[in-house]
């Protein structure tokens, strides 16, 4: 039912007002004498009466009808505006969950991303010391001469590079020292060898470079290893072959191999192997404590020939 419109309502209740004057108009002629009418002065009627007390009743009904018109439509605007809010606390609730689970999914792609680089990094040695002026097929042949200096001419000669390439651009922190090198392996083994043979001569001279070999690692694994230096060091003093992958420790054993996971097993590890826990860590090279600075003037910008002229490159002065 449509509700009342406020001219109606407000006519009657002036009407009623009206007539309630009357009724008290008449109350006090009988108090007085013979009722009269306050309009006409003419004496009042029961019948009168009664179509008065009548009309008041309806106009009385009729406002309650409208009010409660009115009410009703309130409380079915609210109850559309409850029914809508639910929807969207649903619709909120849903989205939620699809965020904590795209969250989620995208969690487990940036650690397998993560792991797969590690894993391809693994093979691979960062070179320190070889000027800029050294091309990348000239950087070939001479880690060719340096694996024969360091093993014997067979084993040399098996020990399969992939690729050697010199990084884009020089560390952060770098001051005249040139852009590292970056070697992979094809085999596993012949990378760990070539970091044994190095280990103890850091820098190492050859042929008039100052060379220094570093494993070419994330962040996340440098600082995870750095956990196990305790251990790494008791192995190293006790001439203890160990080894690894990017997420563990192995310790070749002739009952089995050792898996470090965590830097809490050592002590059950040294335990295990008899070897007394040393507080020596690994060597740092001075290269790694001295602050470095990134010097702009070694960068070169590549410059179409279309733009400048015939030189294809400039030195940024």
């Known amino acids: 039912m449509a509700p009342a419109s406020d001219g109606p309502s407000c006519s009657s209740s002036e009407t009623s007002l009206n007539d309630l004057r009357e009724l008290e108009t008449l109350a006090r002629s009988k108090q007085v004498g013979t009722p009269t009418n306050s309009n006409s002065g003419a004496p009042v009627t029961e019948t009168a009466l009664k179509a008065l007390l009548d009309e008041l009743r309806r106009n009385i009904a009729t406002d309650i009808s409208a009010f409660r018109d009115k009410i009703n439509g309130v409380s079915a605007c609210l109850h559309n505006a409850e029914v809508t809010t639910a929807g969207y606390e649903t619709r909120l609730t849903i989205l939620e969950w699809e965020l904590t689970v795209l969250r989620s999914e995208q969690a487990k792609a940036q650690h ?47 020990m399969m590079l992939d690729s050697c390439n010199r990084l884009p651009v020089p560390p952060a922190t770098a001051t005249g020292v040139h852009r590292d090198v970056i070697i992979r392996f094809q085999a596993g083994p012949d ?51 160990f080894g690894g992958t990017p997420k563990s420790l192995l310790i070749p054993q002739d009952s089995g191999t050792l898996k470090v996971f965590e830097d809490t097993e050592i002590p059950g590890i040294l335990q295990k192997l008899e070897i007394p826990a040393t507080t020596e860590g690994p060597q740092t090279s001075a ?27 400039t030195a940024v002065s």
């Open 191 to 241: 990378k760990q060898a070539l970091m044994a043979a190095t280990h103890n001569k850091s820098p190492y001279t050859f042929e008039d470079h100052q060379l220094m070999f570093y494993t070419d690692l994330s962040r996340a694994i440098l600082d995870w290893r750095r956990t196990l230096r305790l251990l790494t060091a008791a192995l190293t003093k006790s001439k203890v072959a």
């Open 112 to 158: 397998c991303m993560a792991t797969m680089e590690d894993r391809r990094r693994w093979k691979n040695i960062k070179v320190r010391g070889l000027p800029d002026t050294v091309t990348t097929a000239e950087i070939t042949h001479l880690i060719r001469r340096l694996l024969a200096q360091l093993f014997p001419a067979k084993q040399a000669k098996q």
């Open 287 to 313: 290269l790694d404590t001295q602050p470095r600075t990134w010097d702009p003037s070694r960068v070169r910008l590549f410059v179409p020939a279309t733009l400048r002229g015939d030189p294809a490159t």
